[in-house]
T-cell receptor, first 115, second 114 residues
Framework: EAGVTQFPSHSVIEKGQTVTLRCDPISGHDNLYWYRRVMGKEIKFLLHFVKESKQDESGMPNNRFLAERTGGTYSTLKVQPAELEDSGVYFC?????????????FGPGTRLTVT | AQSVAQPEDQVNVAEGNPLTVKCTYSVSGNPYLFWYVQYPNRGLQFLLKYITGDNLVKGSYGFEAEFNKSQTSFHLKKPSALVSDSALYFCAVRDGVRDYKLSFGAGTTVTVRA
């Protein structure tokens, strides 16, 4: 069974440019999450999808960030325009259910560097 | 609000010695506690979790963790560390209210020297 995959693994862009990160969850997992680790600090929750619906986007930093999950399959996270403080590692995770007994499986992350 | 603290940025041990990575938590409801590990250039891998039951939880790669409610701690332990255990370790908590949302600590870098 394939795990959670993320693309690209690394992205270096200039301030003001746009970047789109992609996450493919484990097949059959309705729940998809985005997290971010900035500057070696804690990993912070960004948002949660159930199928194609956003259940909780309370962790999204501001309106420069837009997440979508077309057809309830893969998800994209767009940053437009990117700022220096957006640099960090963006993790995607998926789970079969959303209760505490359901483990979240994480992808390898996308390392975003904004210069 | 839920939160996790990992008081040590780095832990250095010699191979064969015991390894402990500390974690304390704060939640409003019942704590659901997790440990994840990130090896270089890899994603976060699940090690173990405490949901309910026995306070001593055993996980992957010989790791275990002890839930201590009175001290609000969930320290990760391994009796005999290996060089291959060198990695970044994250403690995380979910509370009973929003139990899908993981709150992570800042991570502890473990270096095991041969």
């Amino acid at each position: 069974e394939a795990g959670v995959t993320q693309f690209p693994s690394h992205s270096v862009i200039e301030k003001g440019q746009t970047v789109t990160l992609r996450c493919d969850p484990i097949s059959g997992h309705d729940n998809l999450y985005w997290y971010r680790r900035v500057m070696g600090k804690e990993i912070k929750f960004l948002l949660h999808f159930v199928k194609e619906s956003k259940q909780d986007e309370s962790g999204m930093p501001n309106n420069r960030f837009l997440a979508e999950r077309t057809g309830g399959t893969y998800s994209t996270l767009k940053v437009q325009p990117a700022e220096l403080e957006d640099s960090g590692v963006y993790f995607c995770a998926s789970s079969l259910g959303q209760g505490a007994y359901y483990e979240q499986y994480f992808g390898p992350g996308t390392r975003l560097t904004v210069t | 609000a839920q939160s996790v603290a990992q008081p040590e940025d780095q832990v250095n041990v010699a191979e064969g010695n015991p390894l402990t990575v500390k974690c304390t938590y704060s939640v409003s409801g019942n704590p659901y506690l997790f440990w994840y590990v990130q090896y270089p250039n890899r994603g976060l891998q699940f090690l173990l979790k405490y949901i309910t039951g026995d306070n001593l939880v055993k996980g992957s790669y010989g790791f275990e963790a002890e839930f201590n409610k009175s001290q609000t701690s969930f320290h990760l332990k391994k009796p005999s560390a290996l060089v291959s255990d060198s990695a970044l370790y994250f403690c995380a908590v979910r509370d009973g209210v929003r139990d899908y949302k993981l709150s992570f600590g800042a991570g502890t870098t473990v270096t095991v020297r041969a």
